[in-house]
């Protein structure tokens, strides 16, 4: 399929879209007309498709510096009465939470959607926190899509809700929702004007104590609005027996439950028990929430109360389960409820069709699985006693933060400094892959910036050596408030900004280092050097990595120098796509000198590097970059560019 | 097997039962046999390899057929560090599967692009799973510090064979370098996949959703590549029969 489909394709079409793709189409359909965002997975192929087409959809579309600017862009756009859209990781609503609880109290003219995208057992985060919290914090509607199509639908659903209530709504989505790919059949795209006009109004739009007093009230009252819609919501539905039961005749329906278990299920998880009850022919009803917060109290109630017992089915915490026994209690309803807190379901992670299995004969609920049937012999499940070799994610061969890591170890040597007295305090980024060894360069993370903020702390707390790594993109996110604390308040530590001229940990994305935006056009380029030099440090050189010797001497005078140093390594990542490379050098090995030394094999760990059968070393041309990196570090001068 | 009659058994329908598609002409057991001997819902493949080799879009290449075919399917990609020498794999169901994740020992077809890659997703296979693997193996960059040495391929062979019944490996890259290019390998290896019995979607169709998702002036080479990854298995198959 052609990307261009998702703007091109016709009412009725169907596309095998990935769940991000879907999200696109959702506001080109809803007739958006500003999306903001910075990348983070698993939601960065929305950001991705709209680069590519917000231009033919005529939609204005930015990589915004970090994501509470992206969610201050859509909001401002919102007030003005046009459609916005913003979405991000998951974490990245915690960068964007502080603008994010504000425009729940604003509210919006136009409609407004903020997409989070959540990453249960953690594929690619630092952690896996559930949003849905953010939706209780801030007061605001939550929407949680299970597949590609729904994430179309409840966009739709979404920005007509956004308009019509004036408040903001989130939408929830998991790593196994973003990325699952599915049939989605398109809709209309919406025309609707794109210019907005801002009407003055700094009671509804300026929160000081005294107006956000009358704007929390009035957001209280919004929400017991959707309260009442709520209930009736297309996107709360019920299943039975392989049929849908609709809302509207519940009153009736409800007695086919009278004395049976009952699920209340949401997002991803709603997909694992729906298929095990369905394959099992389980006698179950599901009732499942798209529009989960405000709860539907009224439907819920209806919903279970026939049931013998419910059975709360969410990732990742124990939100509507806490919720329903909330409700259960107001009401004065004794019910069994299994879910997390009575350890039915585990605490942590994503589900699947298994863990929903185990966990329901746990709760003693007969699945009715004749274990004899093949399918369900777990011996006929195909394993190994194999000891396999892992295979980590590793930097790329040519990748210039490898160059790095190994000349700071020269350095490190050349100044007789204690491998354990030189600490690493890193960013989000590629360069977290330094935590494997040999580099071993990556010893405390917390979050997007920290590695400058975490770096003060320790150059008091310590007199032990620092060098911190944080990525070009890394620093325009989060990284200059704290080089500027760290300059004013006189701490010493080397800060080392890993440039490389893209975002390249989430498939290389712009940002503001380069001459080019978000919609693929000219922009003016932000220099980190000056503004490292602005923010008053006194050592600043920018080096090219890849010449070890060069690189290494600059560390040793930074690792000197008494206050902030800031080495600015720049070198543009082997991935980025249409890149001219330079004539590559074709490297080969000189058995006759090599002593066998293994230290280009050990200390570099380029993926290029390799012993052939016959235990010599060797080097792939076909994946090697030519960085020379360990032409220049071969004692022996056995590494040669082939002439 | 023909093929229309499957895809008309498998036809979409919401949240239906196995029984819902059934066919006076067929019997559950006809049913079972044809479409899925693993699992009761879907037909289950699961794609598995290293990053660099052509996994994702060989397996939007499968769900758009079965897409053009009036087939259900859902899939699941995983590839957070795929451009980085990791692990990627994905999982489709074809049928009326609600969740992407195939569960354990379910797989129809497991298709490898690395040997070893293969032993690490046995527990998705049971013994009716068609395993097609690559024989050409992608060493770890960390070999030399694993506590494990990469096995050998006749190890993995052999640890394969007592897993499945059906075990296919071919030269995937041997082969891609004959037809033109090492890129072609994932076509290779989706010819190879196309040629096991009872293979869901038919040969043709899937060349038609290659045409659509391949660059034109790649064609050729993706095409002979495809053919020879079929005719491999195909072959193989004709020698079991006799």
Aim: glycine share 8%.
């Amino acid at each position: 399929m052609n990307l261009e489909q998702i703007v091109k394709g016709e009412p009725g079409e169907k596309l095998f879209l990935l769940g991000n793709e879907a999200a696109v189409r959702g506001a080109l359909e809803a007739g958006i007309s500003v999306a903001a965002t910075y990348p983070g997975t698993p939601s960065s192929e929305i950001g991705d498709v709209f680069s590519k087409i917000a231009k033919k959809a005529d939609v204005y579309f930015e990589f915004s510096i970090n994501e509470k600017v992206a969610l201050e862009v859509a909001a401002a756009a919102a007030a003005a009465g046009v459609r916005s859209f913003t979405f991000m990781k998951h974490v990245g609503l915690n960068v964007a939470s502080d603008s994010f609880m504000s425009v729940a109290y604003t509210g919006v003219n136009g409609g407004m959607v903020i997409l989070s995208a959540d990453d249960p057992s953690m594929f690619s985060s630092q952690n896996e926190q559930d949003n849905r919290h953010y939706a209780r914090l801030a007061n605001v509607p939550l929407l949680e899509p299970s597949n590609p199509q729904e994430i179309k639908e409840f966009m739709k659903y979404g920005f007509e809700l956004s308009e019509e209530f004036k408040i903001p709504i989130l939408l929830r989505t998991t790593t196994r929702v973003s990325h699952m790919r599915g049939i989605v059949e398109l809709g209309e795209i919406q025309s609707k004007s794109k210019k907005g006009y801002l009407e003055k109004n700094p009671a509804q739009y300026v929160p000081v104590p005294a107006t956000a007093r009358i704007m929390h009230r009035e957001l209280v009252e919004k929400m017991d609005k959707l309260q009442e819609i709520v209930n009736d919501s297309p996107l709360n539905q019920i299943f039975y027996q392989g049929q849908e039961i609709e809302l509207k005749n519940i009153d009736t329906e409800k007695n086919k439950f009278q004395g049976k278990i009952g699920v209340i299920a949401s997002g991803s998880a709603f997909n694992y028990i729906i298929d095990v009850i369905e394959e099992d022919n389980l006698d179950i009803p599901i009732l499942k929430l798209g529009f989960s917060y405000p709860l539907p109290e009224d439907l819920i109630l209806q919903f279970v109360s026939g049931l013998e017992k419910v059975l709360v089915v969410e990732e990742v915490d124990p939100i509507m389960e806490k919720d329903i026994w909330g409700l259960l209690g107001k009401r004065g309803l004794l019910k069994e409820v299994n879910g997390k807190l009575d350890h039915t379901f585990p605490m942590i992670y994503e589900y699947n069709q298994d863990i929903i299995r185990e966990s329901l004969e746990k709760a003693s609920i007969d699945t009715g699985i004749d274990l004899s049937n093949d399918l369900h012999n777990k011996s006929e499940i195909g394993h190994s006693d194999l000891e396999l070799p892992q295979r980590p994610p590793t930097l790329c061969p040519g990748c210039p933060h490898r160059a790095v890591y190994y000349a700071i170890k020269k350095a490190r040597e050349n100044l007789k400094i204690d491998e354990k007295d030189l600490i690493f305090p890193t960013d989000i980024g590629c360069y977290t892959l330094g935590i494997e060894a040999p580099y071993k360069a990556a010893d405390y993370l917390l979050s997007m910036g920290s590695s400058i903020g975490t770096s003060c702390g320790f150059s008091r707390a310590t007199d032990q050596n620092i060098i911190c790594f944080l990525g070009d993109s890394t620093f325009f996110h989060a990284g200059i408030p704290p080089l500027i604390n760290a300059v004013h308040n006189k701490h010493k530590f080397v800060l080392t900004v890993l440039d490389n001229r893209t975002t390249a940990m989430t498939g290389g994305q712009p940002n503001p280092g380069l001459p080019v935006d978000g919609m693929g056009e000219l922009a003016p380029e932000i220099s980190i050097e000056k503004i490292a030099k602005a923010s008053g440090a006194e050592f600043v050189e920018t080096i090219n990595p890849l010449n070890i010797k060069k690189t290494a001497s600059v560390y040793e005078r930074a690792l000197k120098h008494d206050g902030v140093a800031v080495v600015i390594s720049k070198y543009p990542c082997v991935l980025i796509k249409g890149q001219k490379p330079v004539k590559k050098a074709l490297l080969t090995v000189d058995q006759g000198k090599c002593d066998g030394c293994m230290d280009c094999v050990s200390q570099l760990a380029c993926p290029s590097i390799s012993l052939n059968k016959e235990g010599d070393v060797e080097i792939d041309q076909l994946t090697c970059n030519g960085c020379t990196v360990c032409v220049q570090m071969c004692n022996e001068k056995a590494i040669r560019v082939q002439k | 097997m023909d093929v229309q009659y499957v895809y008309r058994c498998v036809m979409k329908k919401p949240l239906g039962y196995r029984s819902d598609f059934m066919d006076e002409k067929i019997t559950q057991k006809d049913l079972s046999n044809d479409l899925s001997e693993n699992s009761k819902g879907s037909y289950n493949i699961y794609i598995c390899g290293v990053g660099g080799q052509g996994i994702i879009k060989t397996s939007i290449i499968i769900g758009e057929t079965a897409m053009n075919n009036d087939l259900d399917v859902v899939m699941s990609e995983i590839h957070g560090m795929s451009q980085r020498g990791g692990v990627v794999s994905t999982e489709l169901k074809i049928g009326p599967s609600k969740s992407s994740i195939i569960e354990e020992g379910t797989s129809d077809i497991l298709l490898a692009f690395e040997p070893l890659e293969a032993v690490r997703a046995l527990h998705k296979t049971n013994q009716n799973t068609a395993l097609v693997l690559n024989t050409s193996p992608i060493v770890p960059f960390n070999i030399m510090d694993s506590e494990h040495p990469y096995p050998k391929i006749q190890t993995i062979l052999s640890e394969l064979g007592k897993n499945s019944r059906q075990v296919y490996a071919l030269d995937a890259e041997k082969m891609a370098r004959e037809a033109g290019h090492i890129l072609s390998l994932n076509m290779v290896l989706l010819g190879g996949a196309a040629a096991i019995d009872g293979f869901i979607l038919d040969k043709e169709a899937i060349i038609k959703s290659m045409e659509k998702n391949l660059p034109p002036k790649s064609m050729e080479i993706n095409l002979k590549a495809f053919n020879q990854g079929y005719d491999a298995v195909k072959q193989q198959i004709n020698l079991e029969n006799k």
